[in-house]
């Protein structure tokens, strides 16, 4: 299976640590986002590179919050001093160019669930 | 992007088809209508997407009206496996969720 998979799957923290979740796109595929979900919400858009470069930041994405695409391959969400409120899950997805007006689909991964303690 | 409005929940039996409805009226030519999937604890599945015409795959049947200010997920054969929240999206480059349509099969 060549879909979005991301790393790890599960991770439980202390208030106050670093963490970071990875992940690798499909292959070739330009775009990738990142989403929060919270129980019993939709998921909620982060940010979203085209190849390298990060084009939209959300108001969500506090300074805590960073991303990163180094080479246009695989990402990482790292979030700095966390909090309890940064339980949730995060999403990863990818597309081959824009959804918008165009026709492209986003295939998202299974998720990285995060609980801070 | 347009908004969309859909059901907050619906049941549906075991073998009989679903549909499910989502208004989209202030739609523009060019946008596209996706709709995904997302069964608990797992990560949004894409089921289909369409422009103007009517689009079926293996999953499921989108039918778009010819004003194109609505639509109508259907699935064939619910199974249990369908139970979910459904969610329709108007073209938005992001994917912008609403609160979508929990939708369960019922034996």
């Known amino acids: 299976d060549t879909g979005v998979s991301q790393n790890p799957r599960h991770k439980i923290t202390k208030r106050g640590q670093n963490v970071t979740f990875r992940c690798d796109p499909i292959?070739?595929?330009?775009?990738l986002y990142w989403y929060r979900q919270t129980l019993g919400q939709g998921p909620e858009f982060l940010t979203y590179f085209q190849n390298e470069a990060q084009l939209e930041k959300s108001r969500l994405l506090s300074d805590r919050f960073s991303a990163e695409r180094p080479k246009g391959s695989f990402s990482t969400l790292e979030i700095q001093r966390t909090e309890q409120g940064d339980s949730a899950m995060y999403l990863c997805?990818?597309?081959?160019?824009?959804?918008?007006?165009?026709?492209?689909?986003?295939?998202f991964g299974e998720g990285s669930w995060l609980t801070v303690v | 992007d347009a908004k969309t409005t859909q059901p907050p929940s619906m049941d549906c039996a075991e073998g009989r088809a679903a549909n499910l409805p989502c208004n989209h009226s202030?739609?523009?030519?060019?946008?596209?209508v996706y709709w995904y999937r997302q069964i608990h604890s797992q990560g949004p599945q894409y089921i289909i997407h369409?422009?103007?015409n009517n689009e079926t795959n293996e999953m499921a049947s989108l039918i778009i009206t010819e004003d194109r200010k609505s639509s109508t997920l259907i699935l064939p054969h619910a199974t249990l496996r369908d139970t979910a929240v459904y969610y329709c999206i108007v073209n938005d480059y992001k994917l912008s969720f609403g609160a979508g349509t929990t939708v369960t099969v019922r034996a």
């Open positions: 997805a990818s597309s081959l160019g824009s959804a918008a007006f165009s026709g492209n689909t986003i295939y």
């Open positions: 369409g422009l103007k």
């Open positions: 202030t739609i523009s030519g060019n946008e596209y």
């Open positions: 292959s070739e595929h330009n775009r």
